[in-house]
């Protein structure tokens, strides 16, 4: 069982906006820990999303955002192209294992 | 630009040992904490290890704990693990990821494959 809960699967048709939930709890997103999103591409490496909430690297378009509230977040994905599908993965840092980095079970974007 | 290739995995049998490693070029690895992450088939991530930049900082998930020990060379740009007494469970990618300015991975390896097996 991982520490951050997401959905198996969501879907959507190109165009459409979807999102992804994360949901932790008092000892990593509700203690007010970042988090950080991952996409990986099938049979590719993870790759850097999001990170820190709300910031994107080089190179990610500003169709993906994120946003934060208590022990929760969400992957929002705009404007949704056919080279999104992908597993979606979120992260963050729990206080109650020490150095340890926590994930989402990933979740799997299906562009209709 | 950011490169890390990981190498050494393979089949093993249960019980059995295996050192990975992971190359690094296109910055100044001594300056950065460094990672292991595995994924097992089918599965999600689940962080196993990290080790400071000078080596003086280690943890290990509590899967692996007094079984794997991470390492690094900072004269060779590269980080290790050793995995001793590996179970059929160990068997994963195991990716290495540099740290980023805060807890989390900004660059990721393409991934070796461990499989313990009888």
């Known amino acids: 069982q991982s520490v951050l809960t997401q959905p198996p699967s969501v879907s959507g048709a190109p165009g459409q906006r979807v999102t992804i939930s994360c949901t932790g709890s008092s000892s990593n997103i509700g203690a007010g820990q970042d988090v950080h999103w991952y996409q990986q591409l099938p049979g590719t490496a993870p790759k850097l999303l999001i990170y820190a909430n709300i910031n994107r690297p080089s190179g990610v378009p500003d169709r993906f955002s994120n946003s934060k509230s208590g022990t929760s977040a969400s992957l929002a994905i705009s404007g949704l192209q056919a080279e999104d599908e992908a597993v979606y993965y979120c992260?963050?840092?729990?206080?109650?294992?020490?150095?340890?980095?926590?994930f989402g079970g990933g979740t799997k974007l299906t562009v209709l | 630009q950011v490169h890390l290739v990981e190498s050494g995995g393979q089949l093993v049998k249960p019980g059995g040992s295996l050192r990975l490693s992971c190359a690094a070029s296109g910055f100044t690895f001594s300056d950065h904490y460094m990672n292991w992450i595995r994924q097992a088939p089918g599965k999600g991530l689940e962080w196993v290890s990290f080790?400071?930049?000078?080596?003086?900082?280690?943890s290990y998930a509590d899967s692996v704990k007094g079984r794997f020990t991470i390492s690094r060379d900072n004269a060779k740009n590269s980080l290790y693990l050793q995995m001793n007494s590996l179970r059929l469970e160990d068997t994963a990618v195991y990716y290495c990821a540099r740290k980023g300015h805060g807890d989390y991975g900004d660059w990721w390896g393409q991934g070796t494959l461990v499989t313990v097996s009888s």
């Open positions: 080790i400071s930049p000078s080596s003086s900082h280690t």
């Open positions: 992260q963050s840092y729990d206080n109650s294992l020490s150095g340890s980095w926590v």
